[in-house]
């Protein structure tokens, strides 16, 4: 069976059982000049976004950018001058005729004149209407919803999880398919934006050429991403969850430590601007996130009813080291035997460091919801890679380079009884379904599905394929195709769609789906649909 199908009515807002809040007369901005400059380009070039969303509320984002990619350090975005209203609507119809909550926030420069705006103080479990305007100009409509309340009924959901779109090798045509999907949430697990240039031509530029590596490159990446239509078209089509791995900093860093052996207090100097852009471009709450210095909190916990529950990680900022990182060209992730790196299988080691650690654990522990998704960066599964000369070794980048964590992880989820453990990554560019075990021979103890990348080039195929034999517990891999992953939950059971675009170089990708797999309630596993 193909799920999800296109919806007919907004199921989200029916099974919540509320058809309509309270609204209160406020003036419109059709029609009219809301406070603000007179622009003379369009200030909404990297459109709108919401995430954050909760019974109560959500957060809606915008940047001010007439001029995107500016190139002077002095200008980001083309914008000069100080504080700039922005005046935002918030309606519970698409026409943006009954509004519910209307008002000015102030895009400040130290902020890259962004806007977060953290609304509270709605009815749950409904779909609104958004939009900003600034002088005459507009920004488009977005969608967004309030979660119903914590332990409501909610009989269906719906969500996509994507990651790794590289914007050098292809076009976002995997995003327009997923606004199209309508779903009620997209989780982004990572790698949204490529900090490098590609040592192979690919179909389109980083158009400044170089390497981010400061506020200034790191704002204009995030801002060529966000100025891609698909892009934008996702963002409006629905709230956001956001996590991160590693190309929003530089590739397989590692806390404090980057692949290229940076002295730790100059990479924590880029991670801070890394971080600050990473900030200004996502609608993230800033009560929780606002950046200080090198440290940003981004692990963060969303119920939605009685039906699921997304623990969303951050696997970069508090991980330890990637094992045996210290000898030279070792920087990053690489393939080590158990004989060349004992390090690996080191206690002590985390991908979480303590504080989250904790923190995921007393989440589970507490958790009552029918669902439980982890939504975070990278592969879970044990991955034994079958080297030429018979030996077994494993990647240190992933969950493979931490393995006491992991096993701490899946025998809390056991030992706490968590209601349907299911894993969510991206990273590898390869769909994966996997069973989470402790023990090779023993019990599944999670279900993990991992998404391919929106554009990025996949890793070889017959790779993944011969070491198939020696990992029983992945029933599915496939890294020669590029898309994202759509999800359809309901109390009984979780429809997992693995769907692929005809053609990541072709701006005009047809969709299709690959594979079905579905996750029975209490069942952990995932089974072929
Ligand atoms: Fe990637
Ligand atoms: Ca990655």
């Known amino acids: 069976m193909t799920l999800p199908t296109p919806p007919t009515r907004r199921r989200f807002l029916q099974s919540a059982g509320i058809v309509g809040g309270a609204s209160i007369l406020a003036p419109s901005l059709i029609g009219c000049v809301a406070p603000g400059p007179r622009w003379t380009r369009d200030p909404f070039t990297l459109g709108i976004a919401s995430g954050d969303p909760r019974p ?52 400040l420069a130290e902020d890259a004149w962004s806007v977060h705006l953290e609304i509270t103080g709605l009815p749950p479990g409904r779909p609104y209407w958004y939009r900003f305007a600034s002088g005459a100009a507009q920004s488009g409509i977005g969608r967004t919803m ?37 779903p009620d949430l997209v989780v982004f697990l990572g790698d949204y934006i490529y900090e490098h240039v590609g040592r192979r031509p690919g179909v389109r530029l980083h158009s400044d050429g170089v390497a981010a590596k400061d506020l200034r490159t790191y704002r204009n990446r995030y801002a060529q991403y966000h100025t891609d239509p698909d892009l934008q078209s996702v ?83 508090y991980r ?19 004989a060349s790196c004992p390090e690996r299988l080191e206690p002590a080691r985390s991908m979480l460091g303590p504080a989250q650690e904790k923190w995921l654990f007393d989440g589970l522990a507490k958790a009552t ?79 993990e599905f991992v998404g391919t990348s929106i554009t990025s080039y996949g890793p070889s195929y017959d790779a ?22 759509a999800v359809e939950v309901t109390p009984q059971r979780m429809d997992v769609a693995m769907r692929v675009v005809s053609d990541a170089t072709d701006p005009k990708a047809t969709l299709s789906t690959l594979r079905n797999f579905i996750v029975e309630d209490k069942r952990a596993g995932p089974v072929s649909a």
Not at 60 to 74: E, K
Not at 159 to 167: A, E, K, M, P, R
Not at 275 to 302: C, I
């Open 56 to 107: 109560d509320g959500f957060v809606l984002w915008t940047r001010l950018a007439p001029d995107p990619l500016s190139a002077d350090p002095a200008t980001p975005g083309g914008m000069s001058s100080g504080g700039v209203p922005v005046a935002y609507e918030i309606s519970t119809d698409p026409s943006m005729s009954v509004l519910v909550r209307s008002g000015t926030a102030t895009a």
């Open 146 to 182: 309030t979660a119903p309340a914590i332990g409501a009924p909610l009989d269906k959901m719906r969500f996509g999880f994507v990651s790794c779109s590289n914007y050098e090798v292809g076009y976002f045509s995997a995003y327009r398919h997923l606004a199209n999907e309508q």
């Open 235 to 317: 963002h409006a089509a629905a709230p956001c969850l956001m996590t991160w791995d590693d190309h929003e900093v530089q590739n397989d860093y590692a806390n404090d430590l980057s692949e290229t052996f940076d002295d730790p207090a100059q990479f924590l100097k880029r991670r801070a601007a890394a971080y600050r852009a990473y900030y200004e471009h996502m609608p993230v709450r800033p009560s929780l996130s606002y950046p200080n210095g090198p440290d940003m909190r981004l692990y963060d916990r969303f119920s939605f009813g009685d039906l699921i529950e997304f623990s969303v990680l951050d696997g970069r900022q």
């Open 320 to 338: 330890s080291s990637q094992a045996c990182y210290a000898r030279p060209n070792n920087g990053g992730g690489h393939v080590e035997t158990d």
């Open 369 to 447: 919801t029918r669902w439980n998704v982890i939504a975070q960066d990278v592969l879970m599964a044990e991955l034994r890679e079958r080297q030429s000369d018979g030996r077994i070794a494993h990647w240190t980048d992933d969950w493979n380079g931490y393995p006491a964590c992991r096993e701490r992880l899946l025998r809390h989820i056991r030992d706490a009884s968590v209601r349907n453990p299911v894993v969510i990554g991206g990273d590898s560019h390869t769909f994966w379904a996997n069973e989470l075990k402790l023990d090779p021979g023993g019990p599944t103890v999670a279900t």
């Open 464 to 485: 993944w394929v011969s070491y198939l034999p020696d990992n029983p517990h992945v029933k599915f891999v496939d890294s020669r195709q590029r898309g994202y992953v």
